[in-house]
């Protein structure tokens, strides 16, 4: 059902002319679902309310709830004569929808709660249709969906994905928001967190890591008190860019978190030796940016100064971590090798002040559409590093759209990792080994099977007149038969 909903969807956006790409298809989807996901999130708390004989305050009220705008009813069946259409639909969401929902970020009661991210998204968001008949047309596709169940809950939140993955293969900036959701699943296993740790993610995109993180934490949430501990005092995270911070709350939301930390601001903008014990972490799991080319003004706030955003997000997140916290951070691969002042500083530090204890080395094309090789750091606050242990990922495939990373391409990576077995993509380098004016981190397979080295040239010209030689005798003997 829900399938068929989002085609039929994107088939009206196509003739929208305000909606130009995939991120456009994204954000405009996605302010819809979330009203009516809000119309439903309303009715299910006022008819657990009724089961209570409590009184429940609807938060969206008279003319701007779904069902007085969006999809009129009488007696139950949708009402053509009630519901705008065509310029007067566009006006009303201009004009009157949308400065009524940004209002709720004024008067919310504080920042954690459901009716400061309403705010807080349509302060952000702007309504990109211009056809009040197309903006019709998806209405009615959108109020036919049930998100009343979990299970409902679960299909949309996992469409909401591929949409996200979609509009990431796409290019432009879709790509950062995206990371492959088995990589994810597998940095969640090493690092295991567990009921009652804060999980954070200070570039936090699509809210990837987040959501994953709730979906392996959810079942070992059997109380009211865990329930709630999970919903309010576990995931945080931090979004610069405003398109990336909607559709992160969007996808949160879906998951079944109601009310995400997330905050909308620049990570990069808090100095470093300002952070103190009550804003640490138990988990980080992250993939920042890389690249960037940060102002000289945001690389005052961090020891190593660079212009490279992942350098800094990366001493971001090791005075983020509580004593004895894990982290794992998506980074480049020429971060273990380059030679320049802030690369070394960086890796010094990492070995110094965290143990660095597992480096996975990606394949090419695990990012689809970036042309870097990725690592992932795992590491945990506390004593220096005293050994590393290395995977080699090898799906044994070329990686690309139609060959993606999958989970059982990282199955013996995650087995082998709480052992830290020796094999043949895997083993461990010591501390006491590294070049100590480098820190050199460079993957390097000792158990590889040596390459055969090549012929000098004499030998080859040597085997090929033998071959010539050997050629011209078959053929007299061929002649001699004749």
């Known amino acids: 059902m829900y399938d068929g909903a989002?085609?039929?969807?994107?088939?009206?956006?196509r003739n929208e002319e305000g909606v130009a790409n995939e991120l456009d298809y994204v954000e405009q989807t996605s302010w819809v679902l979330f009203l009516k996901y809000l119309h439903d999130l309303e009715n299910e708390r006022r008819d657990r309310a009724e089961l209570d004989g409590t009184d429940y305050s609807p938060i969206i009220t008279g003319p701007?709830?779904?069902?007085?705008?969006?999809a009129p009813k009488t007696d139950g069946q949708f009402d053509h004569n009630k519901a705008r259409i065509g310029e007067d639909l566009i006006k009303f969401v201009d004009s009157e929808l949308f400065p009524y929902l940004a209002s709720f970020r004024q008067s919310a009661t504080g920042p954690r709660t459901l009716e400061y991210k309403i705010g807080e998204i349509f302060t952000e968001l702007r309504n990109k249709f211009r056809s009040g008949y197309i903006l019709r047309d998806v209405?009615?596709?959108?109020?036919?969906l049930a998100f009343n169940t979990q299970a409902e809950r679960h299909e949309l939140s996992q469409l909401y994905e591929t949409r996200i993955r979609r509009m990431g293969n796409a290019g432009r900036n879709g790509g950062e928001y995206y990371t492959p959701r088995p990589l994810i699943r597998a940095m969640i296993k090493v690092t295991d967190p567990k009921l009652g740790e804060t999980i954070y993610d200070g570039a936090v995109g699509s809210a990837g890591f987040l959501c994953e993180a709730f979906d392996h934490l959810r079942p070992k949430a059997t109380t009211a008190s865990q329930w709630e501990t999970l919903q309010r005092d576990t995931f945080f995270g931090q979004e610069k860019k405003g398109l990336a911070y909607i559709i992160g709350i969007m996808n949160m939301i879906l998951h079944g978190i109601e009310t995400p930390n997330l905050i909308h601001s620049n990570t990069l903008n808090e100095n470093v030796m300002d952070i103190q014990e009550k804003d640490?972490?138990?988990?980080?799991l992250a993939?920042?940016?890389?690249?960037g080319g940060e102002r000289r003004e945001v690389q005052q706030n961090f020891p190593i100064r660079t212009g490279e955003t992942a350098y800094l997000f990366l001493q971001h997140f090791i005075r983020k971590l509580k004593a004895g916290g894990r982290a794992a951070v998506v980074i480049k691969n020429t971060f273990l090798s380059n030679t320049d002042n802030a690369s070394v500083?960086?890796?010094?530090?990492?070995?110094?002040?965290?143990?660095?204890?597992?480096?996975?080395?990606?394949?090419?094309?695990?990012?689809?559409?970036?042309g870097v090789k990725t690592v992932v750091l795992f590491f945990e606050k506390g004593a220096p590093t005293r050994g590393i242990w290395y995977y080699q990922l090898d799906p044994g495939r070329s990686m690309g759209k139609t060959n993606p990373l999958n989970d059982d391409d990282l199955a013996e990576f995650v087995e082998l990792q709480r052992t830290r077995s020796n094999g043949?993509?895997?083993?461990?380098?010591?501390?006491?080994?590294l070049d100590e004016a480098t820190y050199d981190l460079s993957v390097k397979n000792p158990n590889a099977p040596e390459a055969e080295a090549l012929r000098r040239p004499e030998e080859i010209i040597a085997d090929m007149l033998a071959r010539d030689a050997e050629t011209a005798q078959i053929l007299d003997d061929i002649r001699g038969m004749l």
Do not use: Y
Request: charged share 30%; with cysteine; glycine share 4%.
């Open 6 to 13: 989002f085609n039929k969807i994107e088939r009206e956006l």
């Open 64 to 70: 701007f709830a779904w069902d007085q705008w969006a």
């Open 139 to 144: 209405l009615e596709t959108v109020d036919e």
């Open 280 to 284: 640490r972490h138990d988990i980080i």
């Open 287 to 291: 993939n920042p940016p890389f690249g």
């Open 345 to 370: 500083a960086l890796r010094k530090e990492l070995l110094e002040a965290a143990e660095l204890h597992t480096i996975l080395d990606c394949p090419q094309g695990t990012f689809q559409g970036a």
């Open 424 to 433: 043949p993509k895997s083993w461990i380098v010591n501390r006491a080994d």
